[in-house]
């Protein structure tokens, strides 16, 4: 028997966050929602922080997540750029953490890799795999809510498919548990 677990992957950003939330259903992901977090039109850094905090709290509170996963920052030469990320990604980690929510972190390129196999491909090759592995009919307008979806696929396919609490831990156990599955 399956337990079915509900994960929220995020995409932080500054001016648009992504997000995508899957169901796993018999060791399957199962898209429940896909959407971005809309910032350019707040103008005080401040104000974007908190309407991040209020927007994932909404998602925490409306599809009742198991885990969330999130895209590390990547490193660029704007430092600027790179503090608002960073505080971005925090406010969406903390709104996890307040809501109990156990956090994964992976980096963009891990991400790219676990979705496409290669490490280093484009958002666009991103989000067309994903439309084919979610079999995603129509897409979004935004790639950063593929991007979010992204990070929940990725920790999907980064978690083990059983759980080791039913699962032998000698042939011996394993025969006495299944007598039929033995000849």
Known sequence: ?????????IDPGTNIAGYGIIEI????????????????????????????FER???????????ELAIEAPF???????????GRAQGIAIATAILHQLPVFEYA?????????????????????M?????SIKEMPKYLDATDGLAAAVCHFFQTPVSDNKNKA????EFINKNPGRVK
Do not use: C
């Open 108 to 128: 963009p390129r891990k991400i790219k890799q676990s979705i496409t196999g290669n490490g280093n491909a484009s958002k666009e090759q991103v989000a067309g």
């Open 25 to 52: 259903k018999q060791n399957k992901p199962v898209l429940i929602a896909l959407g971005i977090i809309e910032l350019r039109k707040l103008d005080a850094h401040f104000v974007r922080l908190k309407h991040i």
């Open 130 to 134: 994903l439309q084919k592995i979610m």
């Open 1 to 9: 028997m399956s337990i079915n677990k509900i994960i929220l992957g």
């Open 169 to 172: 831990k000698s042939w011996k």
């Open 75 to 85: 490193y660029g030469k704007n430092v600027q750029s790179m503090l608002k990320l």
């Open 56 to 66: 994932i709290s909404g998602l925490i509170n409306e599809y009742h997540p198991d």
